[in-house]
Every structure is written in C-alpha cells, then in structure tokens.
C-alpha cells in the first residue's frame, strides 16, 4: 500500500509505476484505492465510473479498469458535499458532515472489491488518499489505515519535498498514527527531489534513525513523462503555455472543470495551451475550449460573475472558433432546464447562446463508452467526415439540437450497437459542442481537425509526428522510479514484511 503525508505527494504516479514495474517483473498486478474524491473520471467498459486515476494504473498494468478498482469515487459538488458513486453508479448526493456517517455503511463494498482484485492478480498495489494522520477523520476513514488493516498490507510512507517541510511531514505523521498503525509503515520514499541526491545523506541517516524505518529511495522531480494527472492541483503546478506551439488554444479553467486530460494531446502536437480563470487571460486565442464540469449550472454562474461569458461570446462573434465538451456543450446552449432540481435550485438559465440548442437535466447519469463517427464536413469538422473515433460520456440529462449540422453519430458502445446523434456544429462551423470525452486522443481526428484550425487561420501545416506512445511513457516512468527505489527491497517487503 503507498500512503502520503498530503495530498498531491505523488502516490497516484508512484502506484502506477509501481503496477508497470511488477507487470514488467511477469506478475499479474491490479491497482486499487477504496475511496478517491476527483472530478477527473473514466467510465469502464461495463458503463461504470471511477477515478481517472485508477484508470491509468490499470493502464500500465496491462488490464482493463474495473469498478472494483475504485469502489467509491466522490465527486464534489460544492465546498461542503459531493455526489456519491458505488461500484461505478450514483449513489446518493450528500452533505461532508452526513457522508462520515455514511462511511461504515460501504466497509462491506470495499472489502468486497478488495477479495475479488487479490483472488484475480498476484499482486494489488492499494493508494491510499490525503494524510492517514487526519486525526479528526480517522475515526471513520475508509480509505487509509482501516484498509491497510483490512489487507494486512505492508504500507510505504511518501512525502513531497518540493513543496518543502518533507523531513517533518515524514516523522509528524508517523507520530501522529498510533502505535498498530505505525506498525504497517515498512519504509518511507521521498518523491519529487531537484538537485543533487548526496546531499540529502545526512537528512536521510538522520529520518532513518529518528523512525527507524528505511528510506527505500529519493524519486527526482520531473516533466518529461506524459502521464494523465488526476488532481487538479497539477494546472496550478503546470507552466502554462509552455508547448510553445504555432496554435494558441485558450482552455477555460472552471472551478469544477473535469477530465482536463481530454486537451493533453493538444499540447502534444504543436499547441500553446493555457488554462483561464478571468477574462484578462483569455486575449486572442486561435481556439477557446469550454471544458466539462461537474456542476454545469455554478460554473456557469462562475463565467458570469467573472465576465468571462462576455469575452467568449465576443470572441466566438468576432470569429474565433468555440469548442464545449459535455458541460462546456451544455453551457454553449440556449438554455439549460432543470424542472426536477438535480443540480441546482433554478428552474431554468440562459445558456451563452452560441449553439441553438436545449439541455434538460435528469436523474439518471449516463456513463458508457463510445465509437463514434464523423456527421459533418464543414468549419472545424472539414475534413473529418466519415472517421471513427472512440470516447466516453459521462453526464447528466438530454441535449436537443435544432442546429442543421449534426456533429457525430454514436455506432456502439461495449454492450453492442447503437445508432443515436452527438453534439452539435453551428450554421459557421465555428461553434461545436459534443459529449465526447477523449475526442482529442483519437489520432486521425486530432490531426485533421488541428489542420482544419491551421487553414481557418491561415497558418502553414503543424509539424508531423504523434504524441508519445502511452506504453512507452509507462515504460519510461518505470525505468525511472525502478532506478530511484530499492525495489529488490520492497519485494522482501511484499513477501516477508521486513
């Protein structure tokens, strides 16, 4: 189990290198995290939703991602609730007070999806989630130490140390954990390290006597591994910018924004992306991205009260082209309904107006993964129709378009065929809004729609190539943290407890 002193200490990265590190060694390994709080989601196969997290782990391990690998997935609403999801399905909405008194109710669930990983694979690597030393939650928490108990699994401590104070987190939580707890602490890892790895020697013998546990290994900092991030706290680390591209493509940052993942491809193909929070930001981009939410209506709300609604239309009726993905398509609408009050309290709001269409909420999610093919050959879609591309939905309610130019057609999905239209594209061609997560990841599209953009703007051809190949990235976070970590030391660990 890998468990971190904070949160964005690195566990997520670790786990995963962790699962292509045995996958390589010949093992059958799974990842798993109990409960994961994130907007960023991936549906599986079976339709069900969970961490975008576990996703990836399951990625580098070879496997295909089960809901059993994240079987509640807290998706917050607000600063003080969230939407709860089991085993891949909504479960309920709840307040932060009222969802602890709820925790005891899913050890049942947890320990269930626990027993059918360990009987599948040789080897399940468990993340845990924030601090186990949380004192005011440890009561209740069912993520951390209560499953490392569950599992009887040996537990490697992380810390952060280029946000500094990695010496005093270490020792702070060990000390705050009691005595059994401190007892599943078999080794400790320091992540993020910049500089020279010898002169953190003398810190290291001194944490290894003051605790006496080992340090299994200093993990260096780096950027030049394309591994899709979890957390949000990654856009505030991120330079923003930095590809350094030919096309400048504006992302809207909304405080609920979700699968920010899905714009990861752009960067990679000659693309300057910035992520926006106010409308200063936003200047002359050659594409602005309204990007999914979870809570369409107060992101919406957000826009407003910062002007940014303003700036996007301006923009979008000066010319500049408009994506919306799945809450970012709603918002571009005429209107968003929501006669039953799932998300919010209005009845009803102004959308931005920018595509004729209505959205009405209702209760039931829809979750499933995608193939899809191209409608239109007009604007930002010239070029593509016809092509397959393969994606994910993930939302709330029914978008009905009177636009003349249908986006997509929905041809499958894993439970057999389907026939149902996606999305919409304005009279222009400018304006294009779809519920297709990961629409970027599809190569062909990608590139096609990218040349669409290049020619709308006048600008010559972008430079050739793909993105990395996701299986050599895993291979190259892999080589760096089995250098890094004494992973000989960690099997003995694993098998033997010492």
């Given at each position: 189990?890998?468990?971190?002193t904070?949160?964005s200490?690195?566990?997520?990265?670790?786990?995963t290198?962790?699962?292509?590190?045995?996958?390589?060694?010949?093992?059958?390994?799974a990842?798993?995290k109990?409960?994961?709080m994130?907007?960023?989601?991936?549906?599986?196969?079976?339709g069900g939703e969970?961490?975008r997290?576990?996703a990836?782990?399951?990625?580098?391990?070879?496997?295909?991602?089960?809901?059993?690998?994240?079987?509640?997935?807290?998706?917050?609403?607000k600063?003080?609730?969230?939407q709860?999801?089991v085993?891949g399905?909504v479960?309920?909405?709840?307040?932060?007070h009222?969802?602890?008194?709820?925790?005891?109710?899913l050890?049942?669930?947890?320990?269930?999806?626990?027993?059918?990983?360990?009987?599948?694979?040789?080897?399940?690597?468990?993340?845990g989630?924030g601090?186990?030393?949380?004192?005011n939650?440890?009561?209740?928490e069912?993520?951390?130490?209560?499953v490392?108990?569950m599992?009887?699994?040996?537990?490697?401590?992380?810390?952060?140390i280029?946000?500094?104070?990695?010496?005093?987190?270490?020792?702070?939580?060990?000390?705050?954990?009691?005595?059994?707890?401190?007892?599943y602490?078999?080794?400790?890892v320091?992540?993020?390290?910049?500089?020279?790895?010898?002169?953190?020697?003398?810190?290291?013998?001194?944490?290894?006597?003051?605790?006496?546990?080992?340090?299994?290994?200093v993990?260096?900092?780096?950027?030049?591994?394309?591994?899709?991030q979890e957390?949000?706290?990654?856009?505030?680390?991120r330079p923003?910018?930095?590809?350094?591209g030919?096309?400048?493509?504006a992302?809207?940052?909304?405080?609920?924004?979700?699968?920010?993942?899905?714009?990861d491809p752009?960067?990679e193909?000659?693309?300057?992306?910035?992520?926006?929070?106010?409308?200063?930001?936003l200047?002359s981009?050659?594409?602005?991205?309204?990007?999914g939410?979870?809570?369409?209506?107060a992101?919406?709300?957000?826009?407003?009260?910062?002007?940014?609604?303003?700036?996007?239309?301006?923009?979008?009726?000066?010319?500049?082209p408009?994506?919306?993905?799945?809450?970012?398509?709603?918002?571009?609408?005429?209107?968003?309904?929501?006669?039953?009050?799932?998300?919010?309290?209005n009845a009803?709001?102004?959308?931005?107006?920018?595509l004729?269409v209505?959205t009405?909420?209702?209760?039931?999610?829809?979750?499933?993964?995608?193939?899809?093919?191209?409608?239109a050959?007009?604007?930002?879609?010239a070029?593509?129709r016809?092509l397959e591309?393969?994606?994910?939905?993930i939302?709330?309610?029914?978008t009905?378009?009177?636009?003349?130019?249908?986006?997509?057609?929905?041809?499958?999905?894993?439970?057999?065929?389907?026939?149902?239209?996606?999305?919409a594209?304005d009279a222009?061609?400018r304006?294009?809004?779809?519920?297709?997560?990961?629409?970027?990841h599809?190569?062909?599209?990608?590139k096609?729609?990218?040349g669409?953009?290049?020619?709308?703007?006048?600008?010559?051809?972008?430079?050739?190539?793909?993105p990395?190949?996701?299986d050599?990235?895993?291979d190259?976070?892999?080589?760096?943290?089995?250098?890094?970590?004494?992973?000989?030391r960690?099997?003995?660990?694993?098998?033997?407890g010492?």
């Amino acid at each position: 189990m890998v468990q971190g002193t904070a949160s964005s200490a690195g566990k997520s990265v670790l786990v995963t290198a962790l699962c292509r590190i045995f996958r390589q060694d010949g093992h059958r390994v799974a990842p798993f995290k109990a409960q994961n709080m994130a907007l960023n989601s991936y549906v599986t196969a079976e339709g069900g939703e969970i961490g975008r997290a576990q996703a990836v782990q399951a990625e580098a391990a070879g496997i295909l991602p089960t809901v059993d690998m994240n079987p509640v997935l807290l998706k917050p609403t607000k600063d003080t609730g969230c939407q709860v999801v089991v085993l891949g399905k909504v479960a309920r909405n709840v307040s932060a007070h009222d969802y602890y008194d709820y925790t005891p109710s899913l050890l049942k669930t947890v320990e269930g999806s626990l027993a059918r990983l360990r009987a599948a694979y040789d080897i399940v690597v468990i993340e845990g989630a924030g601090s186990p030393a949380e004192i005011n939650l440890k009561e209740r928490e069912i993520v951390n130490m209560r499953v490392a108990r569950m599992s009887g699994s040996p537990v490697l401590l992380v810390g952060d140390i280029d946000k500094g104070g990695v010496f005093a987190s270490l020792v702070g939580t060990l000390e705050l954990l009691d005595a059994d707890e401190r007892d599943y602490v078999k080794g400790m890892v320091i992540n993020k390290f910049r500089g020279d790895v010898s002169l953190l020697k003398p810190a290291l013998d001194f944490l290894e006597k003051r605790t006496g546990r080992p340090v299994l290994g200093v993990v260096p900092y780096f950027r030049d591994i394309r591994i899709a991030q979890e957390d949000s706290v990654y856009l505030d680390e991120r330079p923003n910018g930095a590809a350094g591209g030919d096309l400048t493509i504006a992302v809207i940052r909304l405080p609920h924004i979700s699968n920010y993942d899905d714009f990861d491809p752009l960067e990679e193909e000659g693309c300057t992306v910035h992520y926006v929070t106010q409308r200063f930001e936003l200047g002359s981009p050659h594409l602005i991205i309204v990007p999914g939410t979870k809570s369409t209506v107060a992101d919406l709300a957000y826009l407003r009260h910062s002007g940014l609604d303003r700036s996007i239309v301006a923009r979008a009726r000066a010319g500049t082209p408009v994506v919306g993905i799945c809450g970012g398509y709603q918002m571009l609408g005429k209107q968003i309904l929501d006669p039953r009050g799932v998300e919010s309290e209005n009845a009803g709001v102004a959308g931005l107006g920018l595509l004729d269409v209505v959205t009405e909420f209702a209760p039931e999610k829809s979750t499933r993964q995608v193939r899809a093919r191209v409608l239109a050959d007009a604007g930002l879609l010239a070029g593509t129709r016809g092509l397959e591309l393969t994606g994910y939905e993930i939302h709330l309610g029914r978008t009905l378009s009177s636009e003349k130019a249908g986006a997509f057609q929905i041809v499958a999905t894993p439970q057999g065929p389907a026939d149902y239209a996606d999305g919409a594209l304005d009279a222009g061609g400018r304006v294009l809004g779809t519920y297709i997560h990961g629409l970027f990841h599809n190569d062909a599209f990608r590139k096609t729609f990218l040349g669409a953009l290049r020619n709308f703007w006048g600008l010559a051809a972008g430079p050739g190539g793909a993105p990395p190949e996701k299986d050599k990235e895993y291979d190259k976070l892999a080589a760096l943290v089995r250098a890094s970590l004494d992973i000989p030391r960690i099997y003995r660990i694993m098998e033997a407890g010492v």
